[in-house]
Nanobody
Framework: HVQLVESGGGSVQAGGSLRLSCTPS????????MAWYRQAPGKERELVSG???????TYADSVKGRFAISREKDRNTVYLQMLSLKSEDTALYYC???????????????WGQGTQVTVS
């Protein structure tokens, strides 16, 4: 049973930076698309950034130019570097492993437990 372990959240002042990390609890030879989501109080969970197995990235418009997602080559450890943080970035940030249906790397979606980011 694989879990995603997140770290790096915290409290910072506006304009500050944080780096989130997400590591699976078990190593596997399979690689998966990974993503970071966030959920602010009273709001729906939203996609912040994603990175596929080839390293191609996507970003929400609200974080483009400020956040950068990266991953370790051939692994499912991902990072989210967050710069120029704003109060509206305050949320619980979740890491997600996108499941696959192919027989050799079959895996359902996995969510991390979340790490709090607070910007004041």
């Amino acid at each position: 049973h694989v879990q995603l372990v997140e770290s790096g959240g915290g409290s910072v002042q506006a304009g500050g930076s944080l780096r989130l990390s997400c590591t699976p609890s078990k190593v596997t030879s399979c690689t998966y698309d990974m993503a970071w989501y966030r959920q602010a109080p009273g709001k729906e969970r939203e996609l912040v950034s994603g990175i596929d197995t080839e390293g191609r990235t996507t970003y929400a418009d609200s974080v483009k130019g400020r956040f950068a997602i990266s991953r370790e080559k051939d692994r499912n450890t991902v990072y989210l570097q967050m710069l120029s943080l704003k109060s509206e970035d305050t949320a619980l940030y979740y890491c997600k492993l996108q499941g696959r249906a192919d027989i050799y790397c079959q895996q359902s979606d996995i969510w991390g437990q979340g790490t709090q980011v607070t910007v004041s």
